[in-house]
């Protein structure tokens, strides 16, 4: 056997927990189990035929096959300007202050190495996405948690807050509308934020890729007076354009911060495709308010109609207002652990939907069901669980 062992920072992290559970999740399909997977937020339709149409006409042209700039291209950035002026009302200089990303998973990283080195502390949610608090240990940097509670609106508690000892902090990781809990955004937590990143010298990131998922009136930090010059925000098309696997996000904010960005970005890749590129401005150009509601309300509204049926087959509780692809639910006292339910939910229900456990303690009473799945599926999974004794 070979002495080689891993870095150290392989033993600071495990396995991503969908990469786990799905291994799981095949071996039951292979013995003919049929799980209906209501777990990750994979959207399931696909995008707008102008998107897919301009994909193909740019993989057609034997001259659009040559490596591409890292700082994406002039027509990437015009639309993606464009789309922040659109529906947010932000000005931002497509040249200096947009970094197209390989999605926002490879933002956390890069932004990570151009702000925080190890030893230095990030703030991190407490339910929150898992990858700021993996990559941040990857990485070197110290976790520091901040509670999100469900009495709170899923909102910072900024008194909590201001009690640390915020010396050492360099990031904040921000997620609004919230994954998980559905936490919807505000304009004053973020001139709360915005006000916060000044005092304190610190970088607040917010995380905005669900704002147009069942949400009619999306908003931005950077709507925020003078939020460009201490914030960044990172948005994506996985969500809002049903194009998850062609992996383009942007992180947009002032020009000394992106210039960082891309100072360390530019030493890890190259540029994307040029037609997954020129696709992306062409959906971000054409894809109209009316392709949003579609898609992106009524759609998703018809599949949470039943969702909250399933929450309620199951004794959970759940606040109708939240917003996003999810719907985030408190189980029932009986349980002593919430995979008491998910577990069963996947053995005898069939249906995989997600512990809340896996986003941080303050989760670990809840449940997240996922709306990527057709409308036949979940009602499909409502039945198999309405045929159960809960």
């Known amino acids: 056997m070979s002495n080689v062992k891993p870095a150290d920072r392989v033993s600071s992290v495990q396995e991503y927990y969908f990469s786990r559970k799905l291994k799981e999740v095949a071996k039951l399909n292979e013995e003919g189990n049929d799980i209906i997977s209501l777990a990750i937020g994979s959207p399931d339709m696909p995008p ?16 659009a096959h040559g490596y591409q700039p890292t700082m994406g291209t002039p027509e990437l950035r015009g639309a993606m300007a464009n789309f922040y002026k659109k529906w947010y009302g932000v000005e931002l200089d497509p040249k200096t202050e947009i970094q197209p990303l390989i999605g926002s998973k490879e933002g956390i990283l890069h932004v990570t190495l151009a702000f925080v080195n190890p030893g230095e502390e990030v703030l991190v949610p407490n339910p929150g996405y898992p990858t700021y608090t993996s990559l941040s240990k990857i990485l070197g940097a110290k976790i520091v948690n901040y509670n999100l509670r469900e ?10 807050l201001e009690a640390k000892d915020l010396s050492h902090v360099k990031l904040m990781w921000t997620n609004y509308p919230n994954m998980p809990t559905g936490g919807n955004a505000r304009m004053e937590t973020y001139e709360r934020l915005v006000e916060f990143a000044r005092k304190h010298d610190i970088v607040v990131v917010n995380d905005n890729p669900y704002s147009f998922i ?8 950077l709507q925020v007076p003078g939020a460009k010059d201490c914030c960044i925000e990172f948005n994506s098309m996985s969500k809002s354009f049903n194009m998850p696997g062609w992996r383009v996000g942007m992180c947009v ?7 960082w ?15 997954i590129q020129l696709a992306a401005a062409e959906a971000y150009n054409t894809n109209t308010p009316e392709w949003h509601h579609e898609y992106n309300v009524e759609t998703y509204k018809r599949r949470r ?3 909250e049926k399933i929450m309620q087959a199951l004794g959970c509780t759940f606040d109708p207002k939240q917003v996003g692809m999810f719907l985030w639910g408190k189980i029932p006292e009986k349980y002593a652990d919430v995979e008491d339910l998910t577990e069963r939910v996947l053995h005898e229900a069939r249906v995989f939907i997600t512990p809340g456990f896996i ?9 997240r069901i996922s709306l990527c799945a057709k409308d036949a599926k979940i009602k499909e999974a409502l039945l198999r669980i309405e045929a159960l004794k809960w």
């Open 359 to 367: 986003f941080g303690s303050n989760g670990k009473r809840y449940i």
């Open 305 to 307: 109609d039943i969702a």
């Open 48 to 63: 707008s035929k102008q998107t897919i149409d301009k994909l193909c006409e740019v993989a057609n042209d034997p001259n």
């Open 214 to 221: 069942l949400n009619e009136h999306p908003i931005s930090l």
């Open 261 to 275: 960005i891309l100072k360390i970005k530019s030493n890890i890749d190259s540029g994307t495709f040029r037609g």
């Open 253 to 259: 904010s002032n020009p000394t911060f992106i210039s």
């Open 151 to 160: 009495d709170n609106g899923w909102q910072p508690d900024f008194e909590e």
